[in-house]
């Protein structure tokens, strides 16, 4: 479905579908996501607001629904994509926006994994660090390889099989799962 992630309607008209279609909602992948890399003083209210939408407004709208639909069954699993910036921020790469907002979102993971426990529902995350996306130009992705100490970008299939794991691993909740070639891990030298 095709919508603004910020939009309640949208989740509105993504879980309705999803009933429609499949009778029971089993997994929520929040994936929708923002980056801009600028220096604190350099972001604008119009950044900081569409962080804010995008990054937590729209996990806000569709986890709700998804939590209610999956309480509802008994079961249910809610992951959420943040980033190793929240944990291991770099000089080379000034992102206060998406640690403020990824990291509210590791913290609303953590305290939703709690209180949702008992429900049948677990709530995860997968903080990956520089993944090759479109988002990346072919020419930096030499530089970008450099800042993890596994010595490379990751790749899509990375985070996928993250999402995966978590997936089929009945007994975890509240885990941020870093997917970063070691960047949370600390400082490496080049």
């Not at 770099?90 to 992102?95: F, G, I, L, Q, R």
């Not at 998406?98 to 429900?119: V, Y």
């Not at 020419?139 to 970008?153: C, F, N, T, V, Y």
Request: glycine fraction near 8%; aromatic fraction near 6%.
């Amino acid at each position: 479905m095709q919508g603004d992630v910020a939009d309640p309607v949208t989740a509105d008209l993504v879980f309705e579908e999803a009933l429609k279609r499949f009778g029971h909602v089993d997994t929520l992948v929040n994936n929708a996501g923002i980056f801009i890399a600028k220096p604190f003083t350099a972001y604008s209210k119009d950044d900081y607001a569409v962080y804010m939408a995008t990054n937590v407004t729209g996990f806000f709208h569709m986890t709700q629904r998804a939590v209610e639909a999956m309480t509802k069954q008994g079961h249910g699993h809610v992951v959420t994509i943040t980033t190793s910036l929240v944990d291991q921020p770099m000089t080379s790469v000034p992102a206060v926006l998406a640690s403020l907002t990824k990291g509210a979102l590791n913290a609303a993971t953590k305290s939703l994994a709690i209180e949702c426990a008992k429900s049948g529902v677990r709530v995860n995350a997968v903080s990956p660090g520089i993944i090759k996306t479109p988002m990346h130009p072919v020419e930096a992705h030499q530089a970008l390889a450099s800042l993890h100490p596994i010595g490379r970008m990751g790749e899509i299939s990375d985070v996928v099989d993250a999402v995966m794991y978590l997936e089929s691993a009945g007994f975890v909740t509240g885990e941020i799962l870093h997917v970063d070639g070691g960047q949370a891990a600390g400082h490496h030298t080049l």
